[in-house]
């Protein structure tokens, strides 16, 4: 997912978390406050829920794993978007994977993952429902280990698009690694986002079998096994695991792209879709919520009212 420029914006890039990021306000005058709002949002998320920082709150969490851990605000809202997902995904996207990402040697920066051996068996991870949010303070079974990487980069990018329209009052755009926020006035047109398998230069010509859609409010979102992969033992695995078995998820569809009243929502809904396998049509269908669906061959299947 990529946000491309307009010319009637003004746009700022930068890369965290391995990701490409993408700001772009209406008000060029207002870009440099923005940009210092979105670093700020994504700096207290990573402070709070990256799985990779020992000095971070979610390392404690699983540091304290068996015992009631006190958090901050920040993480405790965190796990509660991550826990609302899986309940309403019936715990496709689970924030228990922590332990199995580990198991496949994603457990530092991508670039730095160690390529030893698969585990010959992972069993399939905790679930949702062993971990006990109570305001201010958490508890995970012994053994497990938490990531909310399904759903912190899209909850990161509506928290930094809504505060950047509250604080400018500019029409704001943030992408983060294709996972787009949209809020206050649109451009004319609405903001113009293209669609493809793996984010790249939003100025580059568009590749092959890519789309480009308008979104004028909540979120869009792409979720698929073709960005982040990497070598484990020989073998070449991705990071959305299917929660049943610990184990990368079987190969239907490459890229699955949902439009939601938020960005969390859409990439949660892709998420579990990618997940789902062959049963992901039909449920997107009753979600009613406009989708792309390409297959591992490049077909494109489109529902819920996705642009033709």
């Known amino acids: 997912m990529t946000a491309l420029r307009d010319r009637a914006v003004a746009t700022a890039d930068w890369t965290v978390w391995t990701c490409r990021v993408r700001l772009a306000v209406t008000d060029p005058a207002a870009l440099p406050a923005a940009r210092d709002v979105v670093e700020r949002e994504i700096a207290a998320v990573d402070a709070a829920c990256s799985r990779f920082r020992p000095d971070g709150d979610l390392a404690a969490v699983d540091a304290g794993a068996g015992r009631w851990t006190p958090v901050g605000p920040l993480l405790a809202e965190a796990l509660a ?8 995904t019936d715990g496709h996207v689970d924030p228990t994977v922590g332990g199995a990402m580990t198991a496949l040697g994603y457990d530092r920066d991508l670039a730095d993952v160690d390529p030893g051996t698969v585990p010959p068996v992972l069993a399939p991870v905790a679930g949702w429902r062993t971990v006990e949010l109570d305001g201010d303070r958490v508890r995970i079974p012994w053994g ?12 990161t990018a ?3 698009a809504a505060a950047v329209a509250d604080r400018t009052g500019a029409g704001v755009l943030v992408s983060i690694g294709g996972d787009v ?3 206050g006035p649109a451009p004319d047109g609405g903001w113009r986002i ?3 398998d793996v984010t790249g230069d939003p100025d580059a010509p568009p590749p092959p079998g890519s789309a480009t859609v ?18 484990r033992g020989g073998v070449e695995v991705h990071h959305l695991l299917d929660p ?4 990368p998820t079987r190969p239907v569809w490459r890229t699955v792209s949902v439009a939601a009243g938020s960005c969390t929502d859409a990439n949660t809904v892709s998420t579990a879709a990618v997940v789902r396998g062959h049963a992901a049509l039909p449920w997107l269908r009753e979600l009613g919520l406009p989708a792309r669906l ?8 489109t529902c819920g009212g996705w642009p033709a």
């Open 81 to 88: 978007v991550a826990l609302r997902a899986a309940r309403l």
């Open 144 to 155: 497990a280990r938490l990531d909310l990487g399904a759903t912190v980069k899209a909850w």
């Open 158 to 160: 509506d928290r930094a």
């Open 181 to 183: 926020a949209v809020a």
């Open 194 to 196: 293209r669609v493809e």
């Open 214 to 231: 308008s979104v004028v409010d909540g979120g869009l979102a792409t979720s698929g096994t073709r960005a982040r992969r990497w070598l």
């Open 244 to 247: 049943r078995t610990g184990l």
């Open 294 to 301: 390409v297959t591992e061959h490049g077909d494109v299947v």
